[in-house]
């Protein structure tokens, strides 16, 4: 950056210097020639009165002076020239000053030599007997003024790409300076030329995305080995236990009755883990949104009825009561995916309830929003633990869990299931004196 700007200035500098000097050198030469005009103009003027008063004798006087007189005859002749013989000259009749000057009594003309590097001024004044007086005199033309001035213009123009060399490469530096010299860590922070804050508030607002992005992945990394490693122990368990009883009893040394204990076992966990690896799909599709299922219009009221009928053999063995209160509340969205949701709150709500308790599942809408609450009477969730209850595998009471024979992932499925639909959750609850779940939706 720092070469760029520095060929682009010192560039710029030669061609306005460069510039500069041809206009310079034109309006002087312009100026001179207007002067040494006025000046032919002045003598002819002065000897023209001469001549009126004393007569041509006037002129022999004249023959030591730079500038050039000539004394034309009306129809032409040359009588008189101070440096040249009169009669050897050509009759003069048809010279632009000197048929100007027979027309209006003056006039004026300019004749370059052959070689351009002379121009001649011609001034003509015509005197009271009809005959002209011509006054001429030589000035150097633009080319000979450049070649006689072409040693000093050189020079000039060496020192000046010199100064100009070294202006350059400090004004250069000087601008590039304070953006060497800024603070990427903290781009707002920076004080510099104004037209680079849009470019560092933006960088800054990329650095804060960065941040997030970094942090986030940060999280998500530590979520799935977490996950990771909570799945290998939920597999590892029932996997195990299958196995031992399975052992036992390829041995043959198992009794009958002992045999059939063992066969239910085995089927327990066999579908404990067919529980498990369908809630892990499960998450798994709403994590990737891979869920092929079209939306549809569904009436929560009606869901959570049909979900309540499948859970009431569950609820009876506890002597839970299930209420379903409210009305009608329509959303789009994926039935099977809001099924899950209810299930597993209301599936969450019954394990962890007390003998003879009650379940409320309540529906409704009320400004533009459905809201879906699942209300028990159970053993609560501990302040510290609540905020992390949506997380997988995370049990608040881990020996209570196993005996409730939950996979761990059951609020983690209704989060990502809320996620997925734009949901809100909000959970109240307090240590034995139960929990209540809300899920708002926007219809």
Same mark, same amino acid.
């Given at each position: 950056?720092?070469?760029?700007?520095?060929?682009?200035?010192?560039?710029?500098?030669?061609?306005?210097?460069?510039?500069?000097? /041809?206009?310079?050198? %034109? !309006?002087?030469?312009?100026?001179?020639?207007?002067?040494?005009?006025?000046?032919?103009?002045?003598?002819?003027?002065?000897? &023209?009165?001469?001549?009126?008063?004393?007569?041509?004798?006037?002129?022999? %006087?004249?023959?030591?002076?730079?500038?050039?007189?000539?004394?034309?005859?009306?129809?032409?002749?040359? /009588?008189?020239?101070?440096?040249?013989? #009169?009669?050897?000259?050509?009759?003069?009749?048809?010279?632009?000053?000197?048929?100007?000057?027979?027309?209006? %009594?003056?006039?004026?003309?300019?004749?370059?030599?052959?070689?351009?590097?002379?121009?001649?001024?011609?001034? #003509?004044?015509?005197?009271?007997?009809?005959? !002209?007086?011509?006054?001429?005199?030589?000035?150097?033309?633009?080319?000979?003024?450049?070649?006689? *001035?072409?040693?000093?213009? !050189?020079?000039?123009?060496?020192?000046?790409?010199?100064?100009?060399?070294? *202006? &350059?490469?400090?004004?250069?530096?000087?601008?590039?300076?304070?953006?060497?010299?800024?603070?990427?860590?903290?781009?707002?922070?920076?004080?510099t030329y104004e037209e680079l804050t849009p470019l560092l508030r933006k960088i800054s607002e990329q650095k804060r995305t960065i941040s997030k992005q970094i942090e986030e992945l940060s999280k998500r990394d530590e979520m799935r080995r977490e996950f990771t490693a909570n799945v290998s122990h939920e597999?590892?368990? @029932?996997?195990?236990?299958?196995?031992?009883?399975?052992?036992?009893?390829?041995?043959?040394?198992? @009794?009958?009755?002992? #045999?059939?204990?063992?066969?239910? &076992?085995?089927?327990?966990?066999?579908?404990?883990?067919?529980?498990?690896?369908?809630?892990i799909i499960e998450l798994s599709e709403l994590d990737e949104k891979n869920i092929p299922r079209e939306k549809e219009n569904v009436d929560l009221y009606e869901l959570s009825g049909e979900v309540i009928g499948r859970l009431k053999s569950q609820a009876a063995k506890k002597n839970v009561r299930l209420n379903l209160m409210g009305g009608g509340a329509e959303i789009v969205g994926v039935r099977k995916i809001l099924d899950e949701m209810v299930y597993?709150?209301?599936?969450?709500?019954?394990?962890?309830?007390?003998?003879?308790?009650?379940?409320?599942?309540?529906?409704?809408?009320?400004?533009?929003?459905?809201?879906?609450?699942?209300?028990?009477?159970?053993?609560?969730?501990?302040?510290?633990?609540?905020?992390?209850?949506?997380?997988?595998?995370?049990?608040?009471?881990?020996?209570?869990?196993?005996? #409730?024979?939950?996979? %761990?992932?059951?609020?983690?499925? /209704?989060?990502?299931?809320?996620?997925?639909?734009?949901?809100?959750?909000?959970?109240?609850?307090?240590?034995?004196?139960?929990?209540? /779940?809300?899920?708002?939706?926007?219809?």
């Open positions: 950056m720092n070469k760029k700007i520095f060929r682009a200035s010192f560039l710029t500098a030669f061609l306005v210097l460069a510039a500069a000097i /041809v206009m310079i050198m %034109g !309006i002087l030469f312009d100026l001179f020639g207007r002067q040494i005009l006025r000046e032919v103009e002045s003598e002819a003027r002065y000897i &023209s009165q001469a001549v009126e008063n004393e007569g041509v004798s006037f002129l022999s %006087g004249l023959t030591e002076i730079d500038r050039r007189i000539t004394l034309v005859a009306p129809d032409g002749t040359v /009588v008189f020239d101070n440096q040249a013989d #009169a009669a050897s000259l050509d009759n003069h009749g048809d010279r632009e000053e000197i048929r100007q000057a027979m027309e209006t %009594g003056t006039g004026t003309s300019a004749r370059y030599s052959k070689t351009l590097t002379e121009k001649t001024l011609y001034y #003509a004044v015509k005197l009271s007997d009809g005959s !002209i007086l011509r006054v001429s005199t030589n000035q150097y033309s633009a080319v000979a003024v450049i070649l006689v *001035l072409l040693r000093p213009i !050189i020079l000039i123009l060496i020192a000046a790409l010199i100064l100009t060399a070294l *202006l &350059s490469a400090k004004v250069s530096r000087s601008i590039v300076k304070p953006i060497n010299g800024l603070d990427l860590e903290n781009p707002e922070r920076n004080e597999l590892k368990t @029932p996997l195990t236990s299958i196995s031992g009883f399975a052992e036992l009893m390829k041995n043959g040394d198992v @009794p009958q009755d002992v #045999a059939a204990d063992f066969s239910k &076992s085995i089927y327990d966990e066999a579908q404990r883990l067919i529980s498990l690896v369908n809630d597993n709150l209301c599936d969450n709500a019954i394990k962890y309830n007390k003998e003879n308790g009650t379940v409320d599942v309540i529906v409704n809408d009320a400004d533009k929003k459905a809201y879906l609450t699942v209300r028990d009477t159970g053993i609560g969730i501990p302040a510290e633990h609540q905020p992390r209850v949506f997380e997988r595998f995370y049990r608040v009471d881990k020996s209570r869990s196993k005996q #409730a024979g939950g996979t %761990g992932l059951g609020l983690a499925i /209704v989060k990502h299931g809320a996620i997925y639909h734009g949901a809100k959750i909000t959970m109240e609850s307090a240590e034995g004196k139960g929990t209540s /779940v809300t899920v708002a939706f926007d219809k």
